[in-house]
């Protein structure tokens, strides 16, 4: 009965208009409740600028609503949004830029409005937790290469900057909390991005200059004003904003860090100011986390142990109030290296990333990536197992995500039609349709020599590929035979304007793993083109051992005796896998210049003596030559796996090991322990040769395991 008049009192007041703003949940319940988000980036925050001068009124409201898609990604719709639901992601980010859409007086286009409140409802009716805030208005200014300023952001952290551009700032704001005022606690706010100095000096003011105590306290403060603007205008705003969880950024949103003896990363948390809020417990803080994998899982795993334990202290514990990386990925995971060069680590991390974090109740935002271009477009994942990774990483292993992927296709129409190529209309084959293919795949254009409409030198036909940066022009091979950047087609041919063509373009295995991070593109001169199709054919997966594995470190470096490479792997590391634990060894033979062979050495890791160790169950003592060893030859990527007997194997658990070498690029380290098939032994040569697991050479295989390409086959 008593609960009925509750509900009777709470409805009479509804209809009498009085009822006050609803009580939000704390900030440190709504950033538990967040639990794993993403970034919808590089969409509603695109944008280019053609006036760059802040001066002239043309600065402001430069783009219609296209610019959603000036990036290169596609219209945001509510399915990829459900997409990313299914996925397991409970909070979405939604990165928007502004000053692109505000008049010289500082009013947002009403189209534009209605734009960022679609996409805000396409986020909140899913029943996701969404933050909206103020994006590329601050960041790095950028200069050509005769030093003319040709992108500008406005709000800097900058004392002046602050006082002429406060009001601006205030009116932009009050105009987004004046449209979402009404909007439930899942919806929250965020101040500003990434804030730089008046220098565009990222990490902290002054970064890469000679060092200024006093520019930097007056950046810092700036920063604090501005958070405290906005805090002051939303609360003002009245309605739910009266207690709606709002966000705020440290200088360039750093996480801070030591660099040696520089300690002034430190300073944008330690000089963070929590503004003055007259709703208690509603104010978060807000980080970005970009760190380098490079070194090998162990090292970006100690690094973010250190990371997590600083932002504690810096931040939770100083201010007493909740935190969520609001970006995080790795130092690479715009270019996609890091996910397609060392796939392993990138997995590792990221599920170390966001396991550390729930630790610590912090909420994850990952930056893009996971579904890109045209994935988005297709309700895709291009790095499905990166999604996976993450989601399960918060829910737990036995969480059930749905993760759709695009099926490889034995034939990928990527354009048909009529579109005549001139120097400049260029065909973009995204980087994620060749996420999953091998270096086997082709791409087949069809089209007609078009070019009697010009004269003397121009009277001709071309093709080229670029990467899609536009950063080189791409060597390629046509029946065989290897074109240097560009295909003369008539003179290739003997042909003449009119005539059809079907050619099919084949690319060695570097470039097409480039095109895996950069994509392609290719672009023409007297051609009219009819059809372009990716013969894309699947990439193998890797063998699967079985066994626990741990990549200890990856990259690209030189060994030799001079100035190579040394890498020390610690006896704890050794300990972590067990006494059987194998060390296996991704490396590339590289004989140029002065090294005239190749050898692997081992030593204790005091560098007290060589242990000896075993490949393929050969004993060897020190060293070895991987050419001698497994018949590769100079350029050969090989696999090499070594144990050690159990004497050995207890020196090793007291000292580690420490490797070096000669004539060889070291790729990968692995640490695993074994379990079923493992490959001891790997040689991939680009001659198709096979070889047996003991790295001889066979040319007629009948019966057994043998290895060609670099993968392994069984021969019945």
């Given at each position: 009965?008593?609960?009925?008049?509750?509900?009777?009192?709470?409805?009479?007041?509804?209809?009498?208009?009085?009822?006050?703003?609803?009580?939000?949940?704390?900030a440190t319940d709504a950033v538990k409740n967040m639990g794993v988000g993403w970034n919808l980036g590089n969409t509603l925050d695109a944008n280019n600028q053609t006036v760059s001068d802040i001066t002239n009124d043309a600065y402001w409201g430069q783009q219609g609503l296209?610019?959603?898609?000036?990036?290169?990604?596609?219209?945001?719709?509510?399915?990829?949004?459900?997409?990313?639901?299914?996925?397991?992601?409970?909070?979405?980010?939604?990165?928007?830029?502004?000053?692109?859409h505000l008049d010289k007086d500082g009013n947002v286009n009403k189209e534009w409005m209605k734009r960022v409140k679609e996409v805000v409802d396409y986020v909140i009716s899913e029943g996701l937790y969404c933050i909206l805030n103020v994006h590329h208005d601050t960041g790095?200014?950028?200069?050509?290469?005769?030093?003319?300023?040709?992108?500008?952001?406005?709000?800097?952290?900058?004392?002046?900057?602050?006082?002429?551009?406060?009001?601006?700032?205030?009116?932009?704001?009050?105009?987004?909390?004046?449209?979402?005022?009404?909007?439930?606690?899942?919806?929250?706010?965020?101040?500003?991005?990434?804030?730089?100095?008046?220098?565009?000096?990222?990490?902290?003011?002054?970064?890469?200059?000679?060092?200024?105590?006093?520019?930097?306290?007056?950046?810092?403060?700036?920063?604090?004003?501005?958070?405290?603007?906005?805090?002051?205008?939303?609360?003002?705003?009245?309605?739910?904003?009266?207690?709606?969880?709002?966000?705020?950024?440290?200088?360039?949103?750093?996480?801070?860090?030591?660099?040696?003896?520089?300690?002034?990363?430190?300073?944008?948390?330690?000089?963070?100011?929590?503004?003055?809020?007259?709703?208690?417990?509603?104010?978060?803080?807000?980080?970005?986390?970009?760190?380098?994998?490079?070194?090998?899982?162990?090292?970006?795993?100690?690094?973010?142990?250190?990371?997590?334990?600083?932002?504690?202290?810096?931040?939770?514990?100083?201010?007493?109030?909740?935190?969520?990386?609001?970006?995080?990925?790795?130092?690479?995971?715009?270019?996609?290296?890091?996910?397609?060069?060392?796939?392993?680590?990138?997995?590792?991390?990221?599920?170390?990333?966001?396991?550390?974090?729930?630790?610590?109740?912090?909420?994850?935002?990952?930056?893009?990536?996971?579904?890109?271009?045209?994935?988005?477009?297709?309700?895709?994942?291009?790095?499905?197992?990166?999604?996976?990774?993450?989601?399960?990483?918060?829910?737990?292993?036995?969480?059930?995500?749905?993760?759709?992927?695009?099926?490889?296709?034995?034939?990928?129409?990527?354009?048909?039609?009529?579109?005549?190529?001139?120097?400049?209309?260029?065909?973009?084959?995204?980087?994620?349709?060749?996420?999953?293919?091998?270096?086997?795949?082709?791409?087949?254009?069809?089209?007609?020599?078009?070019?009697?409409?010009?004269?003397?030198?121009?009277?001709?036909?071309?093709?080229?590929?670029?990467?899609?940066?536009?950063?080189?022009?791409?060597?390629?091979?046509?029946?065989?035979?290897?074109?240097?950047?560009?295909?003369?087609?008539?003179?290739?041919?003997?042909?003449?304007?009119?005539?059809?063509?079907?050619?099919?373009?084949?690319?060695?295995?570097?470039?097409?793993?480039?095109?895996?991070?950069?994509?392609?593109?290719?672009?023409?001169?007297?051609?009219?083109?009819?059809?372009?199709?990716?013969?894309?054919?699947?990439?193998?997966?890797?063998?699967?051992?079985?066994?626990?594995?741990?990549?200890?470190?990856?990259?690209?470096?030189?060994?030799?005796?001079?100035?190579?490479?040394?890498?020390?792997?610690?006896?704890?590391?050794?300990?972590?896998?067990?006494?059987?634990?194998?060390?296996?060894?991704?490396?590339?033979?590289?004989?140029?210049?002065?090294?005239?062979?190749?050898?692997?050495?081992?030593?204790?890791?005091?560098?007290?003596?060589?242990?000896?160790?075993?490949?393929?169950?050969?004993?060897?003592?020190?060293?070895?030559?991987?050419?001698?060893?497994?018949?590769?030859?100079?350029?050969?990527?090989?696999?090499?796996?070594?144990?050690?007997?159990?004497?050995?194997?207890?020196?090793?658990?007291?000292?580690?090991?420490?490797?070096?070498?000669?004539?060889?690029?070291?790729?990968?380290?692995?640490?695993?322990?074994?379990?079923?098939?493992?490959?001891?032994?790997?040689?991939?040569?680009?001659?198709?040769?096979?070889?047996?697991?003991?790295?001889?050479?066979?040319?007629?295989?009948?019966?057994?395991?043998?290895?060609?390409?670099?993968?392994?086959?069984?021969?019945?």
């Amino acid at each position: 009965m008593k609960k009925r008049l509750t509900t009777l009192f709470a409805l009479l007041m509804i209809v009498c208009g009085t009822v006050k703003a609803q009580d939000f949940e704390s900030a440190t319940d709504a950033v538990k409740n967040m639990g794993v988000g993403w970034n919808l980036g590089n969409t509603l925050d695109a944008n280019n600028q053609t006036v760059s001068d802040i001066t002239n009124d043309a600065y402001w409201g430069q783009q219609g609503l296209d610019s959603e898609t000036c990036w290169g990604q596609p219209y945001t719709t509510k399915d990829f949004i459900q997409m990313m639901k299914k996925a397991g992601f409970t909070a979405i980010r939604v990165p928007v830029t502004w000053y692109n859409h505000l008049d010289k007086d500082g009013n947002v286009n009403k189209e534009w409005m209605k734009r960022v409140k679609e996409v805000v409802d396409y986020v909140i009716s899913e029943g996701l937790y969404c933050i909206l805030n103020v994006h590329h208005d601050t960041g790095a200014d950028s200069k050509d290469a005769n030093g003319k300023l040709t992108g500008y952001h406005w709000i800097k952290a900058d004392a002046d900057n602050y006082t002429e551009n406060m009001d601006r700032y205030v009116k932009l704001w009050s105009q987004i909390a004046e449209e979402f005022k009404d909007y439930g606690q899942t919806l929250l706010f965020e101040a500003y991005n990434e804030m730089l100095d008046a220098n565009s000096c990222w990490n902290y003011p002054t970064f890469g200059m000679d060092f200024d105590a006093d520019y930097e306290k007056k950046s810092l403060e700036a920063v604090n004003s501005y958070a405290q603007s906005f805090v002051s205008t939303v609360r003002l705003s009245g309605g739910n904003n009266a207690t709606r969880n709002l966000i705020v950024n440290p200088y360039a949103a750093a996480s801070g860090g030591v660099w040696g003896n520089n300690t002034h990363p430190q300073d944008p948390l330690e000089q963070l100011v929590v503004p003055t809020d007259e709703s208690k417990d509603h104010l978060i803080v807000e980080v970005h986390s970009y760190p380098d994998i490079t070194k090998g899982l162990s090292s970006a795993k100690s690094g973010l142990d250190w990371t997590f334990n600083n932002l504690k202290e810096k931040i939770i514990d100083r201010l007493n109030v909740p935190l969520i990386i609001g970006e995080w990925g790795t130092s690479n995971v715009d270019n996609g290296s890091d996910y397609i060069d060392r796939r392993e680590t990138m997995i590792g991390f990221c599920d170390y990333f966001v396991k550390k974090a729930k630790e610590y109740n912090i909420a994850t935002f990952y930056w893009m990536g996971l579904s890109d271009g045209n994935s988005r477009k297709e309700l895709v994942f291009n790095q499905p197992d990166l999604a996976e990774t993450i989601t399960k990483a918060y829910h737990g292993d036995d969480y059930k995500g749905e993760y759709p992927t695009k099926e490889t296709p034995s034939e990928g129409v990527i354009f048909e039609g009529e579109q005549q190529l001139e120097w400049g209309t260029a065909i973009n084959l995204a980087a994620d349709l060749f996420t999953n293919l091998s270096s086997t795949s082709t791409v087949e254009i069809t089209y007609t020599e078009k070019f009697d409409q010009f004269t003397g030198d121009e009277a001709n036909s071309y093709l080229q590929f670029w990467y899609n940066d536009w950063s080189e022009m791409i060597d390629f091979i046509v029946d065989g035979q290897t074109i240097s950047q560009t295909l003369e087609v008539n003179n290739y041919y003997n042909s003449v304007s009119g005539t059809d063509h079907v050619t099919t373009f084949a690319f060695d295995e570097e470039t097409f793993h480039n095109f895996k991070k950069k994509g392609m593109l290719f672009q023409g001169h007297g051609i009219l083109l009819k059809k372009v199709v990716l013969n894309g054919v699947a990439e193998e997966p890797e063998p699967q051992g079985g066994g626990d594995s741990e990549v200890f470190w990856e990259g690209d470096e030189m060994m030799d005796w001079n100035n190579g490479i040394q890498l020390t792997v610690p006896a704890e590391n050794f300990a972590a896998h067990g006494q059987d634990v194998r060390l296996t060894l991704q490396y590339t033979i590289d004989m140029n210049g002065d090294s005239d062979y190749n050898m692997i050495q081992l030593f204790y890791g005091d560098w007290s003596t060589n242990p000896s160790f075993i490949i393929d169950g050969q004993t060897i003592d020190k060293e070895f030559r991987p050419s001698d060893l497994n018949g590769a030859g100079n350029g050969d990527a090989c696999t090499t796996t070594i144990s050690f007997s159990e004497d050995v194997m207890k020196m090793i658990l007291e000292k580690g090991i420490v490797m070096q070498g000669h004539g060889l690029r070291l790729n990968k380290v692995i640490l695993e322990t074994p379990s079923g098939i493992k490959n001891v032994l790997e040689a991939k040569s680009n001659d198709s040769a096979i070889y047996n697991l003991a790295g001889q050479r066979v040319k007629n295989p009948t019966k057994g395991i043998f290895i060609k390409n670099g993968k392994k086959f069984v021969m019945k």
